[in-house]
C-alpha cells in the first residue's frame, strides 16, 4: 500500500510530511544524549539496563475483538454499527510529536481501531526547528496561566513553521483533526466545500494568557468545531464545542495485566524494594507536573512512615525544559537512597506498567494538566491514588471515593501517610476507581465518541452551502 493511497493506514505518523516515523524518532532519541544521564551529580544517575538502550519491537495493535473481554460484545457492536454508515470516508489526525505524552499515546490506538472499522485514518506529525518547539512551550505554559511576553518574532516563528507544514502536508480526507495549539494554523488549508475540520485541545484553557489565546483564537473560530477535555476548559467561541475525556488503552503494554515475575524483574532492575512501601509518580520531568513538590511532600510524609519514592519520566519530543527540571528534581532528591528518579526513554511502556503496578500509592501532583493520563492508567490498574484537583483530574478522582484530591504539599504529604496507614480504605478506592475508568475512560468509548462526532459533522456538513 503506498502512502498516498488514502486508505494506508498507519499506526504511527506518516512519512509523508517528512515527519519522522515512530521507529526513526525513537532512533534519533536514541542517539541523543539522554540529558539525565550527563548530570553531574551522580547520585541518582542509575544506568538503564542494556535491554532498555533500544526500543523494542513494538507489538501488533489488538485488534476490536481484542477488548470483548473487557467491556463486552454489546459495545463492539454499537461500534460497529456506528461507523457502518461512516464506511470509507477517511480521516487525518495532526500533531506534535509522535512519542512522549498523552496525545501521542491516544493516537497510537485510536488510529489503528478506526481504521479496523473502515473508517481509514491517517496521522502526521507537523516538524519544527528547536525555536518553534521553544515558542510552542511557552504558548503551552502560557495557555495554563503562566505569564509570558507574546512578541512578534514569536509569532513570526510560529507561523512560518506552520505554513512550512501547511505547504508539505495534503489535507484530502473527509475529516481533519488539529491537536492542540502547535498545527492550529494549518486550519488555513481548509476549503468551504472540503473536509469538516476539528481543533481537539487537550490542554486545560480555563485561564488562559491573554495574548496568547487571543493570537491563536482567529485560527481556533475557522474550525468547525472544538473538543475540550473537560467541562471548565471551554472558551466562549462561535462554533460548536464538544467534551470528549480523553482515554487508555486497557491492551497497550502500558496498561495490560503483566505477570508479577516480569513486574518484580523491573523492581530489581531499577532498585526498588517492593517489600517497603512505594509512592510513584510518573511524568515528564515538566514543571508542571511539579516533581519537585512530590518530593517534598514524600519528604514530610516520610517523617511519619516508611516509603520510597519513584519518579519516573522522561521528555517528549515537543518538550525541550526536560533537563532542567530533571536536574532541579535531583537536586531536591539530595541524598536520599529511597528516592529513586529514573529519566526513561519513550520506548518504556513496559517498564512504567511494572512500576506503577508495584506501587503502594500513586501520586500526580500537577500544578495545571490537562486531564491526566497518568491519573487514569493508575486507577485503572486499582492504585489508591492522590492527586491535584486541577485540569481533568477532578472527572476522575471523586474526592474520597475514586481516589484523594488534594491542593498543596502538606495535604499531599498527610494523604501519603493516610493511605499508607489504612490500607482497607485505600485498597476500596482504588476498586471505585477501576470501575470509574472502566465505564468512562477506556479506548472503546473514545473511538464511540470519534463516530458519533464524524456523523454529526457529515450531516453538518451536507448543509453547507457549496463554494460557487
Ligand atoms: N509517560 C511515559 N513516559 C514518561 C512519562 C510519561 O510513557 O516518562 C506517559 C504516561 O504514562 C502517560 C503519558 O505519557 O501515558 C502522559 O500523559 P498525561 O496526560 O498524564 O500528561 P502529558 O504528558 O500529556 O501532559
Request: net charge neutral.
Amino acid at each position: 500500500m503506498s502512502s498516498d493511497d488514502p486508505r494506508a493506514i498507519t499506526a504511527s505518523p506518516s512519512a509523508e510530511t517528512q515527519a519522522p516515523t515512530e521507529a526513526g524518532d525513537l532512533e534519533r532519541e536514541r542517539r541523543l544524549p539522554h540529558p539525565g544521564r550527563r548530570a553531574t551529580d551522580r547520585r541518582h544517575d542509575r544506568p538503564l539496563p542494556p535491554s532498555l538502550l533500544s526500543p523494542p519491537m513494538p507489538p501488533p495493535p489488538p485488534r476490536l475483538d481484542d477488548y470483548r473481554a473487557i467491556v463486552g460484545q454489546s459495545q463492539l457492536d454499537t461500534l460497529r454499527f456506528l461507523a457502518g454508515e461512516l464506511r470509507g470516508k477517511t480521516i487525518k489526525m495532526v500533531n506534535s510529536t509522535a512519542v512522549g505524552g498523552g496525545v501521542a499515546e491516544m493516537l497510537n490506538r485510536l488510529v489503528p481501531l478506526l481504521s479496523e472499522l473502515d473508517v481509514p485514518t491517517r496521522w502526521e506529525v507537523i516538524t519544527g526547528g528547536n525555536d518553534f518547539f521553544e515558542i510552542t512551550k511557552a504558548f503551552h505554559n502560557a495557555l495554563h496561566g503562566m505569564s509570558y511576553e507574546l512578541t512578534q518574532a514569536a509569532k513570526d516563528i510560529f507561523l512560518m513553521y506552520n505554513e512550512q507544514n501547511r505547504r508539505r502536508m495534503k489535507f484530502e480526507q473527509d475529516l481533519v483533526v488539529i491537536h492542540d495549539p502547535q498545527p492550529v494554523a494549518l486550519i488555513q488549508s481548509r476549503c468551504q466545500a472540503g473536509a469538516s475540520w476539528v481543533w481537539r485541545c487537550h490542554i486545560d484553557l480555563s485561564n488562559p494568557n491573554p495574548a496568547v489565546w487571543e493570537f491563536l483564537r482567529p485560527f481556533v473560530e475557522q474550525y468547525d468545531a472544538a473538543i475540550v477535555s473537560s467541562q471548565s476548559f471551554a472558551r466562549q467561541l462561535p462554533i460548536p464545542q464538544y467534551l470528549f475525556y480523553p482515554c487508555i488503552d486497557p491492551l497497550s503494554e502500558k496498561n495490560k495485566e503483566l505477570p508479577d515475575s516480569l513486574v518484580q524483574q523491573v523492581c530489581d532492575d531499577f532498585g526498588i524494594d517492593r517489600s517497603r512501601p512505594i509512592v510513584t509518580q510518573v511524568s515528564r520531568f515538566d514543571r508542571l507536573k511539579d516533581p519537585v513538590g512530590v518530593v517534598q511532600a514524600y519528604k514530610l510524609a516520610k517523617k511519619y512512615v516508611d516509603c520510597q519514592l519513584v519518579l519516573a519520566g522522561g521528555g517528549a519530543t515537543d518538550d525541550p525544559e526536560g533537563a532542567v527540571v530533571l536536574q532541579e528534581v535531583k537536586d531536591a532528591a539530595g541524598n536520599d537512597p529511597d528516592i529513586i528518579i529514573l529519566d526513561l526513554p519513550p520506548w518504556c511502556a513496559v517498564q512504567i506498567n511494572a512500576i506503577q503496578r508495584a506501587s503502594t500509592v500513586i501520586v500526580q501532583k500537577s500544578l495545571k494538566e490537562g486531564f491526566g493520563l497518568t491519573v487514569t492508567e493508575a486507577l485503572w490498574k486499582g492504585k489508591p491514588t492522590i492527586a491535584s484537583a486541577v485540569g481533568g483530574i477532578p472527572n476522575q478522582i471523586m474526592h474520597k471515593l475514586t481516589g484523594v484530591l488534594v491542593h498543596s504539599v502538606e495535604g499531599c504529604a498527610f494523604q501519603i501517610r493516610y493511605l499508607l496507614t489504612h490500607p482497607d480504605f485505600a485498597r476500596s478506592i482504588g476498586m471505585a476507581g477501576h470501575e470509574h475508568v472502566k465505564e468512562n475512560f477506556l479506548m472503546t468509548t473514545n473511538v464511540k465518541r470519534w463516530l458519533l462526532l464524524f456523523r454529526i459533522l457529515e450531516q453538518a456538513k451536507a448543509q453547507r452551502p457549496r463554494a460557487a
